[in-house]
């Protein structure tokens, strides 16, 4: 009977026949006889020959989230068939629930991930120790409401504000409307390109074409200004605007503001009473006036 009392503390049901065999007319003896198991085992996840719901009772296995799985069962990487989904990003052993129930690890935007997990993905833009979104309801500011301090957007001119927010508060910041604050795009103390404004008035040139400020006769995208600080002899008149751009009657390549024989018939357009036209007033006998004065 002592070995039954043991087989009973162990948990597992067991099924005890009685026999009753008769040894003489005068009398009998009876044997009980333990019949191991009775029912069929429920899971053992972790495979050490115990039944989960033992383990978990018995203490042997913990069961942090009181889903009748053993914690070292309950990972989604343990590869056992009919365990749990738990998420175990830090890869101690402890389903993610857990460690953050336990207070062993913080999660701070209720997500339940541990914050140090999402640190290794990049939510940490500061590093500071401080998901970033918990940061911005901390107070930090978000100007753009992206869940990242300001501190950590774009901010190519340093100012302490992030560039979507300067646009926003004032959209002529960014004439082109490509994202990027103007003055970043051509001052050459930021990293830009000075020649995107080539007449240096604050201004991105393309912004000053199409707004009208300056003038392209020619089309080539620049400035016509930029073309003749840059070449003076393009403007023989001086009238601000590019020599190609304006009338040449005789086609000699000086326009007639600047040539003084636009029709180009030998008489000059001070004696011409023609100056226009070559096939009137000539010079025929070449004394220098014309036939017509």
């Given at each position: 009977?002592?070995?039954l ?25 009876s ?76 999660d ?32 930090a ?25 300067e ?13 990027i ?26 912004c ?9 006769c ?7 200004e ?7 002899s ?14 040449d ?20 357009d ?24």
């Amino acid at each position: 009977m002592s070995s039954l009392k043991s087989l009973a503390r162990t948990g597992v049901p067991a099924l005890v026949i009685c026999l009753v065999l008769g040894i003489s007319s005068q009398a009998q003896a009876s044997f009980l006889i333990p019949m191991l198991p009775v029912f069929p085992m429920g899971s053992d996840c972790n495979g050490n020959g115990i039944d989960d719901t033992i383990d978990i009772s018995n203490g042997t296995s913990l069961d942090c989230n009181l889903n009748g799985l053993p914690d070292e069962c309950d990972v989604d990487d343990s590869g056992c068939v009919g365990c749990g989904s738990s998420a175990d990003c830090n890869n101690n052993g402890i389903p993610d629930e857990c460690d953050i129930s336990s207070n062993n690890a913080k999660d701070c935007d209720g997500n339940g991930v541990p914050d140090a997990c999402q640190f290794v993905s990049g939510f940490d833009c500061n590093n500071n120790g401080i998901l970033d979104p918990c940061e911005v309801a901390l107070g930090a500011p978000d100007c753009n409401g992206n869940q990242v301090p300001d501190e950590c957007d774009t901010d190519c001119d340093s100012n302490g504000t992030p560039d979507d927010c300067e646009i926003t508060a004032d959209p002529s910041k960014d004439c082109d409307v490509d994202g990027i604050l103007d003055l970043c795009e051509y001052s050459a103390e930021l990293g830009g390109n000075a020649a995107l404004d080539c007449n240096n008035n604050g201004v991105l040139d393309s912004c000053d074409l199409q707004d009208g400020t300056s003038l392209d006769c020619d089309s080539n995208n620049t400035p016509d200004e930029c073309q003749i600080n840059a070449d003076p002899s393009i403007d023989c008149d001086i009238d601000g605007n590019i020599d190609s751009c304006e009338t040449d009657t005789d086609l000699d390549g000086t326009i007639d503001d600047c040539d003084t024989d636009d029709d180009n018939d030998g008489v000059l357009d001070g004696d011409d009473s023609a100056p226009l036209d070559n096939t009137q007033c000539r010079d025929a006998d070449g004394d220098g006036c014309d036939d017509c004065s």
